[in-house]
Every structure is written in C-alpha cells, then in structure tokens.
C-alpha cells in the first residue's frame, strides 16, 4: 500500500520562495501519477501541479502557471514542488496525492486520486 509524506514548506514573504517534497513508500513510484492540491481555509481543495509516471507530462492550475515547478526523481521516490513568486493568495495547506496511472493526461479532480498525504502549511505574508 502506497504511503506519501510530504515535507518543507513553511512561512515566506510576498516574492519568496519555497519548495515541498513529496516520499512515496510501500508501491512502485515509477507507476504513479503524482499531483500536488491544496486547500486554503474555507475552500475547496483545488488542483495546483501534476506530473506523469515517467516525468515527461506535467500540467498546472491558472492560478500557478509559470511560479510552480513540478519534478521527480524515481530513483528517490520523490516528487517535487517548487514554489516561486510565492503570493498572499497562496496560502493554504498542499497535499501530494497519487494515482496508479501510466499515461500521459492530467487528472484534475480529487477523486481520481487514491492515496493522499497529510499536508503542509505554507503561509505567504504580503
């Protein structure tokens, strides 16, 4: 049973920077889909990044096109998430999430998503 741990994150100032990390453990990282969602205070949780299986397909929400990188090493079992030109509105807990997926389209929505890990805070001060 896939297990995710994420790490890093924090507090930043408008401008800033940060970057999560995502460990997978107990499946074959190589065949999941890893996608990156948060959820601020009050809202739904929404999709930020997603990158396929063999890191070649990796796709973004509006609000984070050309700020957030996605990436992953397989070898590591990790996924990754740079955040830059972090802004106020980027306040929320994020989440990596996976799914047993091998192709190429992104999924968007919570629900395709099998295994989920417990969050990180990351709070941008203006």
């Known amino acids: 049973q896939v297990q995710l741990v994420e790490s890093g994150g924090g507090e930043v100032q408008t401008g800033g920077s940060l970057r999560l990390t995502c460990v997978a453990s107990g499946g074959t990282f190589s065949g999941l889909f890893i996608g990156w969602f948060r959820q601020a205070p009050g809202k739904e949780r929404e999709f930020v990044a997603g990158?396929?299986?063999?890191?070649?397909?990796?796709g973004y929400g509006d609000s984070v096109r050309g700020r957030f990188t996605i990436s992953r090493d397989n070898a590591k079992s990790t996924a990754y998430l740079q955040m830059d030109n972090l802004k106020p509105e980027d306040t929320a807990v994020y989440h990596c999430?996976?799914?047993?997926?091998?192709?190429?389209?992104?999924?968007?929505?919570?629900?395709?998503?099998?295994?989920w890990g417990q969050g990180r805070q990351v709070s941008v001060s203006s």
């Open positions: 999430a996976s799914k047993k997926y091998k192709g190429g389209m992104i999924p968007l929505t919570v629900g395709t998503y099998e295994t």
């Open positions: 990158i396929s299986s063999s890191g070649s397909d990796n």
